[in-house]
């Protein structure tokens, strides 16, 4: 067969950070100088290994994780960060999963966590890392947009497996793929990220995802989601492999699946869906402007980046931190200087 399966690309060469705002040219340039390290040194290493740090700094002084990511999803689709989670910061987020989560009982799926719920905190905290939002926007531009927090488990044996895919955003912000937009690249415009975050040690074996490497570059079924198996019959396939508290960006476009969990160990992750600032996102949020001073006039809560609260996260709308139930929670990243307010800080933040 012409098919191969790997385990998660890695590669070693790291690069300089670059200036942060990240205008369109300056990440274009990012990501040809990361490929041409890239190409030069021919390395590609295992993925489960990585050094810990604290969440409040998960890729802080971790300059090559920048440069490699935006390399890796220009060329691959997909990148896997090395550096992993502190173990006392992953427990929380462990025990904040099983409160909301019972993947014993057969519980796998929380979607559209409200921001403000203690079981929320440990999650929340992850965002406010700033070399985090750095990379989140010289993909997305900035301001941007978080979806809603989503959380996934499998137990056991579970048989829940979701088939071959790409990810439009059309629907939750209004974002459009055209044929041109996605033939030009990860850095010629502003577009949708993924970051997917491994609570467990996570492979095909436990329920984890299979990737399409380098073909996020085209609509494979039109507007459609769904892939056509016939579409990548002959295409290499890559387990999205992480050690627990790794974590992952993927382009919406990149075919993706996971599958069932044959293993006797459970699997739990989850995932935050980034968008850039569109014309949805904006009917239901207002301009930055409507945001900033909602958040003012209404007393709710923002969050400051950490650790030089650089950045600010903003409820979009009432939905963010609204008692009824709701898919969509849209959180707004802007600079801290557009705030313009008192961002308040998490319990037990270390910064």
Known sequence: ?????????????????????????????????????????????????GSVVSSSAALEENVESEGEALAGLERRGFHVIRKRLEPKRLQELREAFDARVDCSVGGEVDLGCNWTEQTVTPFLRVLLDESLIRLLARVCGLPFVALRLE??????????????????????????????????????APHPVTLWVALDDTSLENGGMEMIPGRHLELLNGSNGAVPEEAIATDERVDYRMAAGQAGLHHPLVPHRSVANTSSRQRRAFLVRCSPWTESVETQCGTLADVRGRVRASGWPQWSSEPRGEFAWLPGNGKAIGQERALNRLLVCCAAAAADGCPCELAGSDA
């Open 1 to 49: 067969s012409s098919r191969r399966v790997r385990r998660s690309e890695q590669t070693s060469p790291t690069l300089r950070g670059l200036p942060f705002p990240a205008l369109t040219q300056r990440r274009a340039r990012a990501c040809a100088r990361g490929r041409a390290m890239v190409e030069a040194s021919g390395a590609d290493g295992g993925g489960s290994g």
């Open 151 to 188: 959380l996934f488990g499998k137990g056991p044996r579970s048989e829940t497996a979701i088939p071959w895919h790409q990810d439009t955003f059309t629907t939750h912000t209004g974002f459009r793929w055209t044929a041109e937009r996605a033939a030009a690249g990860t850095s010629a």
